[in-house]
């Protein structure tokens, strides 16, 4: 699909005459649709003939497969690929064909078998694997619904509790676990899978060992009305957790008419509702954010000249805070030698301490043993001045966010470093250049910003100047990798994609409470959309210090566009500072629960004055619209800047910035993908109305005006010559 090298299958049928039908289309042998008719031919050929008794089913190079290929998906969406008409795999290829076969087959899975590659291991009559290889439906992840089978066997072969937490969660199991469930049939290392499978194909042909086809097994299906129960259960778990998502509720209804009208009639109401859901705005959105987020570590003109990382094994942290202490985290947790350096010993006996709980937090939960603990705790080390700095590889700045005193503190790294190490900092919104001014090596200066809490967050700005050389990014990106984050390569600038991008978030939010708007209702509607919380909650979590020196940093440098209440000052002053305070936008009580609080009006009422605005009806009843696009469109104004500047390489990697830093919901696809859905036109009118009734807050920016004079998109490339990067 796509590629020059089709994928395809082969067989080869052994002495004792089993046909092992082995999966090739590397990397991850996907079931593209040539490999899925090569597989029906094949089958027919073992069929057909006289010298084979049974089949094995494997896939090349340790991996089963890792399911339907996906870039399949946007060819069929668009009509550029003819699609399998409804029912064609799941029913004349998997039931028809493989399960319905007169000769045994046995599914070898080793690596994976996930999605589709599941589905065609579970029409098999027997499934073998390795411990370790990883199991799972993970299509609801993507918009969709298993379609090759999967909602009808996986719950006849583990049971319906179990089937519906691995659909609707997405996550895989291991084959130790699959062998305790009912998955597998039996567990064995790599070496012995294929032989193990053979013997087990001819095992089943001489009836030693049981014949089974899974669609029609009842043994672990509850009675109607049980299944019922569990049913509704689930749905309403999904109508509170995934309020605005179809698909889940989709997947549940045609599970449900395998129980209650048979399972040969529910494969073709899974065909049909897989086909549907393929066309679906959620589905499309899903599948551009599964793409963008593997392309964020493609930079042109620094992962396209064939530089290799550099090894990277000691890395030093400046700064035990929240911050420091979370990056710390992070890097032993993917075994980096780490060294952290505070000002004192009260301060550095704290951050050690928060590394700590942060590992001990994982032991409570059993993500990991004591024994790893005491490993990961090992490779920590804390100090109070730069002697051990003479042979670190990195260092990552995360003091506070202070000009001089960062300044001061490159100066210093350049004297204790060696020249190879790589010199980072944490900064989320001051200049790179300011803070590199007093150093001879801005080649090897860099932005590493980490999202609080940072062992938790999944996204990277990795910053780089003009003077940033390409061998560092290179070195960073791979550092990304192995702590398991999303990295986005970005220009240097104020608040860089992801802060610069939502700082209108909470400014417009303020605009539209001074005008009137409940500050409860905006974060309900926010919420609503899909963000995990709105703009109030969110000052109140991040606290007033940090809103109000972030936002300093935005009226600083562009003051034409930013929106000056003083409604969080003036609460600050009031001894409010948020959550840590118990007090802020809401009142929280000792477990973090947040209360709405009848006294900000007084504060509201205030900043109103101040800001000479008055109250006005139309905003105190605003409709849910209409809070969503004043809240969000303003946010598309940036991001479109932040694009045309040069300061991303590519819109989807905004897309990705917003859902991973910010939480933007992935289902929209991103800020540029979900404002393309509503068409560049539609959102530079209503800024253009905003901005003649409210002022230069609303103002589209010209590259956001030229877009919409040609009905382009907004994430259409911007034509060479305008990077800053």
């Given amino acids: 699909m796509g590629s020059k090298n089709k994928g395809r299958t082969m067989m080869d049928v052994g002495a004792d005459g089993v046909a092992v039908i082995t999966i090739i289309n590397p990397p991850?042998?996907?079931?593209?649709?040539?490999?899925?008719?090569?597989?029906?031919?094949?089958?027919?050929?073992a069929l057909r003939r006289d010298d084979v008794k049974a089949i094995v089913v494997a896939g090349a190079n340790g991996k089963f497969s890792g399911g339907f290929d996906i870039t399949a998906?946007?060819?069929?969406?668009?009509?550029?690929?003819?699609?399998?008409?409804?029912?064609?795999?799941?029913?004349?290829?998997?039931?028809?064909?493989?399960?319905?076969?007169?000769?045994?087959?046995?599914?070898?899975?080793?690596?994976?078998?996930?999605?589709?590659?599941?589905?065609?291991?579970?029409a098999c009559h027997a499934r073998i694997s390795t411990p370790t290889a990883q199991l799972g439906l993970p299509e609801l992840q993507l918009g969709i619904i298993p379609g090759f089978g999967g909602t009808q066997r996986l719950p006849r072969l583990v049971g319906l509790t179990k089937s519906l937490e691995m659909m609707l969660t997405s996550k895989p199991v291991k084959g130790e676990e699959a062998?305790?469930?009912?998955?597998?049939?039996?567990?064995?290392?790599?070496?012995?899978?294929?032989?193990?499978?053979?013997?087990?194909?001819?095992?089943?042909?001489?009836?030693?060992?049981?014949?089974?086809?899974?669609?029609?097994?009842?043994?672990?299906?509850?009675?109607?009305?049980?299944?019922?129960?569990?049913?509704?259960?689930?749905?309403?778990?999904?109508?509170?957790?995934?309020?605005?998502?179809?698909?889940?509720?989709?997947?549940?209804?045609?599970?449900?008419?395998?129980?209650?009208?048979?399972?040969?009639?529910?494969?073709?109401?899974?065909?049909?509702?897989?086909?549907?859901?393929?066309?679906?705005?959620?589905?499309?959105?899903?599948i551009h954010i599964f793409f963008a987020q593997r392309g964020t570590s493609k930079v042109p003109g620094i992962t396209d000249r064939g530089l290799v990382p550099r090894q990277v094994k000691k890395v030093a942290i400046l700064g035990g805070g929240l911050m420091g202490s979370g990056i710390a985290t992070a890097l032993i947790l993917s075994n980096y030698t780490v060294i952290l350096k505070e000002v004192n010993e009260k301060f550095l006996e704290a951050g050690l301490g928060r590394v700590k709980s942060n590992l001990q937090s994982r032991v409570k939960k059993g993500k990991m043993t004591q024994d790893k603990f005491e490993k990961t705790i090992s490779l920590l080390r804390g100090v109070l001045d730069y002697e051990s700095f003479r042979d670190v590889d990195m260092v990552i700045e995360a003091v506070i966010e202070n000009v001089s005193l960062k300044q001061q503190i490159f100066a210093d790294l350049e004297k204790y470093c060696p020249p190879h190490c790589i010199l980072a900092s944490n900064t989320s919104t001051i200049d790179l250049k300011l803070i590199a001014e007093r150093t001879k090596s801005q080649?090897?200066?860099?932005?590493?910003?980490?999202?609080?809490?940072?062992?938790?967050?999944?996204?990277?700005?990795?910053?780089?100047?003009?003077?940033?050389?390409?061998q560092i990014i290179v070195d960073l990106l791979n550092v990304g990798k192995k702590i398991k984050k999303t990295p986005i390569v970005v220009g240097n600038c104020t608040g860089f994609a992801v802060n610069r991008m939502f700082f209108p978030y909470t400014q417009a939010g303020l605009f539209l409470v001074e005008r009137g708007t409940d500050v409860y209702q905006i974060d309900r509607v926010i919420t609503k959309f899909g963000m995990p919380m709105g703009p109030f909650r969110l000052a109140d979590l991040v606290g007033f210090g940090v809103a109000i020196a972030t936002g300093m940093q935005f009226v600083e440098n562009f003051p034409e566009r930013t929106y000056k209440s003083m409604l969080i000052p003036i609460m600050q002053e009031d001894k409010r500072a948020g959550e840590t305070s118990r007090r802020g936008f809401y009142l929280y009580d000792n477990k973090r629960k947040a209360s709405?609080?009848?006294?900000?009006?007084?504060?509201?009422?205030?900043?109103?004055?101040?800001?000479?605005?008055?109250?006005?009806?139309?905003?105190?009843?605003?409709?849910?619209?209409?809070?969503v696009e004043m809240i969000f469109f303003p946010v598309v104004n940036e991001a479109c800047r932040v694009f045309a500047e040069g300061i991303a390489v590519k819109a989807a990697d905004l897309d990705i910035a917003a859902v991973m830093g910010m939480g933007f919901p992935p289902y929209r696809g991103g800020i540029m993908f979900w404002a393309d859905s509503l068409g560049s036109k539609y959102i530079y009118s209503r800024l253009e109305k905003w901005s003649k009734m409210y002022g230069e807050f609303f103002k589209p920016c010209v590259f956001l005006a030229e877009r919409a004079a040609k009905g382009a998109p907004l994430s259409a490339p911007v034509e060479l010559g305008k990077s800053r990067l």
């Fill in 28 to 45: 991850i042998n996907s079931l593209s649709l040539d490999v899925l008719q090569s597989l029906k031919e094949s089958y027919d050929e």
């Fill in 73 to 122: 998906f946007g060819g069929i969406q668009e009509g550029k690929v003819a699609q399998p008409k409804p029912g064609y795999i799941s029913v004349e290829v998997l039931t028809d064909t493989l399960e319905a076969a007169r000769k045994p087959s046995v599914a070898a899975i080793d690596g994976l078998a996930l999605g589709g590659g599941l589905e065609v291991a579970m």
């Fill in 179 to 286: 062998l305790g469930l009912g998955l597998v049939d039996a567990v064995v290392s790599s070496h012995e899978l294929v032989n193990t499978a053979r013997r087990w194909a001819l095992d089943i042909l001489a009836r030693r060992k049981p014949w089974v086809a899974s669609l029609y097994k009842t043994d672990k299906i509850e009675s109607l009305g049980e299944a019922r129960e569990i049913l509704n259960f689930a749905r309403a778990q999904v109508r509170k957790q995934a309020p605005n998502l179809k698909h889940p509720l989709v997947c549940i209804d045609v599970i449900e008419e395998g129980i209650v009208a048979g399972p040969k009639a529910a494969l073709w109401k899974e065909a049909e509702a897989f086909q549907g859901l393929l066309k679906s705005d959620t589905c499309k959105s899903l």
């Fill in 443 to 470: 080649d090897r200066i860099v932005g590493a910003h980490f999202f609080s809490p940072a062992h938790v967050m999944p996204l990277l700005e990795i910053v780089r100047t003009k003077q940033t050389s390409p």
């Fill in 596 to 627: 709405p609080d009848p006294k900000l009006k007084m504060y509201i009422e205030k900043s109103r004055s101040i800001s000479g605005v008055t109250v006005d009806p139309k905003f105190v009843k605003l409709s849910e619209k209409d809070i």
